[in-house]
């Protein structure tokens, strides 16, 4: 498994577990392939499915030698009207249909919709789209117990069928009972980024880490219009941040997704946050060993722009190719990174240092590494954060993410660019640089005589500290 374990590419690949990908037999395929952490979805599953499977991971990581980074992602609140009569109804474009309190089965006329906060929080000429917007809803009138609609456009509607408001912002929490349950379940087990679904407003993050408590970073998937309104607000809470492009699809006009998907990247970079793109990323691949030409251009768009991760769920959780999946994913990624035009593109968007001395510091290191043809620039990081200022500056050179902190290694696994490791407690930067050429010889980043640039926090162990750069010579 040794010569498989370095990546060489910067951009990170996270793979969807599922009933494709649950035995371990298959884990360790998805990770040879390239995948550097894997999700776990919370929509599917039991308890017990998701236990097995990080021990499984566990196990891979202890025999791979490598930190392997796991994302539980919790479901969220899911709207969706009742059942009818019939199992499924067709309305047709001009006709009024009522979404009311009623549980009762329903009918071409009315569905009950047991969400009293759309009812509330609805206006006269708020849109509902169903079943991943499938069929338009206009708001015509309200009341108290019901909203009466106008039919935008004919078609079929089934039971439980999924509602999206994408211009009102619904006073609901982003973690229901059910996502507090799970998460009080999964965070003892030793997970490091949580997914949070259907965030709107930084009150939402904030009430995720409350409940994490230092045991993980929070991941906002940014998925509703309202969220992209307090993008800014949401980022200062987050530790990092998804492009959920499932339901941005559905509450945003198609063609201002990909403008979405930039913008957010783009915010990220800025404050040095991960950043992953997600949903129908290479879906034909559920059914087929191969993508279409446009999902390839949809992955290599994301590696271009600078995202840290690209993210596969179906393919891997549940399609028939999922090895080959995250295969291809590793193939696409490589080859775009491999492209005069790929490194000219993220230098050019390289956002300006903070002014800090951390990120002096870190935008220092880079320039003297590109100046002398550096092997590798080391970061020697207690919490995760010199590594990540480095990686913010995205630099020609491999980043080793050298921490005393396993959790911290398992977080960096998402990160761009950077090759975690452990490394033991030094007190000195005698001591660190002597760590660092080590290292930096064991994993296969430098040969003898080749240089390296490290950076670390002196004094040493106290996070965010970074203040100290050394040449040395392997």
Known sequence: MTDR??????????????????????????????????????SHGHHTDHAARIEMI??????????????????????????????RVSLQAGQQFTLD???APGDTRRVCLPHPE?????????????????????????????????????????????????DV???????????????????PLGIDYIGLSFVQRPEDVMQAKMLAAGRAMVMAKLEKPQALENLEEILRQADAVMVARGDLGVELPPEDVPIAQKQIIRAAQQRGMPVVVATQMLES????????????SDVAAAVYDGADAVMLSAESAAGQYPREAVNMMDRIIARVERDEDWRRGIDAKRPAPE???????????????????????????????????????????PVLGLTT?????????????????????????????????????????????EEIVVVAGVPFGQPGTTNALRVARV
């Open 101 to 103: 309190m009623n549980a």
């Open 169 to 187: 912002v619904l006073p609901i929490p982003a973690l229901t009972a059910k996502d507090i349950a799970d998460l009080n379940f999964v965070l």
């Open 285 to 296: 691949m559920i059914s087929a060993p191969a993508p279409t030409r446009a999902e390839a």
């Open 5 to 42: 374990l370095r990546r060489h590419r910067r951009t990170k690949i996270i793979a969807t577990l599922g009933p494709a990908s649950a035995t371990p037999e298959m884990l360790a395929q998805l990770f040879l392939a390239g995948a550097d952490v894997f999700r776990l979805n919370f």
């Open 355 to 397: 002014k800090s001395s951390a990120d002096a510091i870190a935008a220092a290191a880079v320039q003297v590494a590109h100046t002398i043809g550096a092997q590798a620039i080391v970061a020697l990081t207690e919490s995760g954060s010199t590594a990540l200022r480095v990686a913010r500056e995205k630099p020609g050179c």
């Open 58 to 87: 566990r196990a891979l990581e202890k025999k791979s030698g490598r930190p392997i980074g796991i994302l539980a992602d919790v479901q969220g609140p899911k709207l969706r009207v009742g059942p009818f009569q019939s199992g």
């Open 405 to 449: 902190t396993t959790p911290v290694a398992r977080r960096l696994a998402l990160v761009w660019g950077v090759h975690a490791a452990m490394t033991g407690q030094v007190h000195s930067m005698t001591e660190a640089v002597a760590q660092a050429v080590k290292i930096t010889r064991r994993e296969g980043f430098a040969r003898k005589g």
């Open 118 to 166: 759309i009812l509330g929080a609805a206006e006269i000429g708020s849109m509902l789209l169903l079943d991943d917007g499938k069929l338009r809803l206009r708001v015509v009138r309200k009341r108290d117990d019901h909203l009466l609609t106008e039919v935008l456009n004919s078609g079929t509607l089934s039971d439980r069928k999924g509602v999206n408001i994408p």
